[in-house]
């Protein structure tokens, strides 16, 4: 039997934050005490990640969000080897 590794969900989702929080017009992640997320929720064993964001006023929230959408998405294909992952984006404020 060979081995393998597995990333743990809270690794994802510090990938996830991390990367979100690098693009251009998210000011925030936005926790939520009803899921008991930190802005970012891994689900579905990894295979999709929610983000929850803050947009910067002024800024188009559409494109905010297809830049945190794409790049999360990448980073966790070269990170976590993870190419099948589905990541929502969720403009929760604009501040």
Known sequence: MEGHAVISTDILARYAADEALEVDGVRSLVASPLHR???????????????????????????????????????????????????DVVVDEVA
Do not use: C, F, P, Q
Request: proline letters at 0%; glycine letters at 8%; charged letters at 30%.
């Open 37 to 87: 997320h930190k802005g970012v929720r891994v689900l579905d064993d990894g295979t999709r990640v929610e983000v929850h964001i803050a947009v910067a006023w002024g800024r188009n929230a559409v494109e905010v969000g297809r830049d945190v959408e794409r790049r999360v998405r990448d980073y966790l294909a070269s990170m976590a080897n993870s190419t099948e992952t589905h990541v």
